[in-house]
């Protein structure tokens, strides 16, 4: 595990040198949670309640502020391995003293690790100006246990998509699919507790 943790280490270290540009790039993340206030408060609004099935104003909020900061924060991994495949690089690095799956999850966690953080603190701060401070912070070990849970199923999903170019070659479509099917189905524009009782599980 020590060398993957290194090339965890050396893909976050060469990010940080470039911690401009994930400022920079932090406003998509400003744009869209003031979209999202400003489309919850008419929803809130429009019923006339402090809560819709059970979630406040304030809860939709940093509900989705967490979403947005696990897929604004994904690298495409499938693209990587499906290049890498197309080009036959693969066929160089399996002769490397390391698992290729679990080389391309530690770059990918290096390059997530940083941009989760800029964009949790950015998106964090304008939710905090409009709603107040987020949950009791007991709970938060915990959200971080789910997050990297999420990441780990995400990692695998996307893996799969990948390696699908060894099969298909292109596998942009198959990126696309997953990609809308976590907007529509994964609670990424709307929580889960507001779907029909039939369709959260």
Not at 103 to 116: F, I
Request: charged share 10%.
């Amino acid at each position: 595990m020590r060398k993957y943790w290194a090339i965890f280490k050396a893909q976050l270290l060469n990010n940080v040198a470039y911690i401009g540009n994930f400022l920079a790039g932090s406003g998509a993340i400003v744009l869209f949670m003031f979209i999202f206030a400003q489309l919850w408060r008419a929803a809130y609004s429009s019923t006339g309640g402090n809560e819709i099935a059970g979630l406040s104003y304030h809860d939709v909020l940093w509900y989705l502020l967490l979403a947005e900061v696990i897929e604004l924060s994904k690298p495409r991994l499938a693209q990587a391995i499906a290049q890498s495949v197309r080009d036959g690089s693969i066929a160089y690095q399996l002769t490397k003293p390391y698992n290729f799956l679990v080389y391309q999850c530690s770059v990918g966690l290096g390059d997530s690790a940083l941009k989760m953080v800029v964009n949790a603190i950015v998106g964090g701060a304008v939710i905090w100006s409009i709603v107040g401070p987020p949950p009791d912070p007991r709970w938060w070990p915990l959200v971080l246990l789910l997050v990297l849970g999420g990441w780990g199923i995400y990692f695998c999903f996307t893996a799969l998509i990948g390696l699908a170019a060894f099969v298909t070659e292109e596998v942009r479509a198959f990126e696309w699919i997953y990609q809308k099917l976590i907007f529509i189905l994964g609670g990424f524009l709307i929580p889960l507790d507001l779907y029909p009782a039939w369709l959260q599980p």
